[in-house]
């Protein structure tokens, strides 16, 4: 596979090639003053990238997914119900959390096309892995029905697009996020060729994603109690997700990669440090070098301290490329 090769100390260090997606426009969407899911947050981690270490990223501009694509996998009614809705200023509703600004339209064409394109770069073999710094995020958003923040399931509209383009059987999603990504459950939940592996806070919002729910089979949740620490969290991966997937063998592996089980984060109450996102991603990607020859395609879902934002998403992105 490709990869980057520095100089340090004389010594030849090879590094994973990590492909980087962004866009500007992704931080012109506003959902409202006051709103934590705000464009600071992206800024927040392309600083944080921008250190030494993160010289060998191969950065990208994320390019625009074309309506049609959404229609693959969200209800026709509810995508155009969106782009109607764009306001020419100011904001529009889609629901009490989930407001749209003139930007939003394009960001989140930005933000669904940059994960179809880090699914094309993955299996193309141009990149290792990849991950997506984009928003608005995706993964509470259902095939009829945006939610909690999110306008289109960009985690969704990539494994749809593994599996169209490139013929995948068998695609996985695993969500760390601290909310349950009810989204890509619902996009999954019927169709045992798909996976869905979550932990996540409970009881917190969005209330579903308890332990047996399980689709066909395909559904695995492993819900954490609020004040959840780093070995429990590591405990149900280890136990109960990593096992599973492992059988699963995926082809593909997308993470939906939220930072707000952060023990700073001040939407939820659970634990975890940068050292266990370095962790979970060391993991994932081991599972994926044994099962689909490395490919992981990561995007950004939840995060809502700035600091804690920017040094987890550091972390998860340092440990794609020493992958």
């Known amino acids: 596979m490709p990869c980057y090769v520095s100089r340090r100390d004389d010594k030849e260090v090879t590094v994973a090639k990590t492909a980087f997606y962004s866009h500007p426009i992704c931080q ?3 959902a409202g003053p006051q709103h934590p899911e705000q464009p600071a947050r992206l800024k927040a981690i392309l600083d944080a990238l921008e250190a030494p270490e993160f010289a060998a990223l191969d950065r990208r501009s994320a390019p625009l997914s074309d309506i049609a694509a959404l229609k693959e996998v969200h209800q026709a009614e509810l995508v155009d119900l969106i782009y109607e809705n764009v306001p020419q200023s100011g904001y529009a509703a889609i629901d009490g959390d989930t407001l749209i600004s003139p930007a939003s339209g394009e960001a989140a064409l930005r933000a669904a096309g940059a994960v179809r394109a880090a ?22 958003a259902e095939p009829g029905r945006s939610m909690g923040f999110c306008l289109f399931n960009n985690v969704v ?24 990504g009810n989204g890509t459950q619902a996009a999954f939940e019927r169709d045992g060729d798909l996976f869905f ?6 009881p917190l919002y969005p209330g579903t994603g308890a ?12 819900p954490l109690k609020p004040n959840t620490g780093s070995q429990e969290f590591r405990d149900a991966m280890q136990s109960k997700l990593f ?21 700073d984060d001040p939407l ?27 490919r992981v395609v990561s995007t950004l879902e939840g995060g809502y301290d700035l600091n804690a934002l920017a040094s ?10 020493a992958a």
């Open 312 to 321: 987890s998403a550091a972390a998860h992105v340092g440990a794609l490329m």
């Open 197 to 202: 592996a979550s932990t996540h806070q409970s």
């Open 157 to 180: 509209l990539g494994a749809e697009r593994a599996r169209r383009e490139h013929g995948l059987g068998r695609v996985a999603v695993v969500d760390f996020d601290v909310h349950h």
């Open 28 to 30: 012109e969407h506003e």
């Open 243 to 263: 096992p599973a997937l492992r059988s699963f063998a995926p082809q593909l592996i997308l993470i939906s990669a939220g930072f707000d089980a952060h023990n």
């Open 211 to 222: 332990a047996d729910e399980r689709g066909v089979g395909n559904i695995f949740n492993a």
């Open 119 to 140: 699914v094309d770069a993955v299996m193309a073999g141009e990149a290792d892995n990849a991950f997506c710094a984009v928003r608005p995020p995706g993964h509470h």
């Open 268 to 294: 939820a109450n659970l634990c975890l440090f940068e050292a266990d996102y370095a962790w979970v991603t060391t993991e994932l990607c081991q599972i994926a070098a044994e099962k689909c020859s490395g």
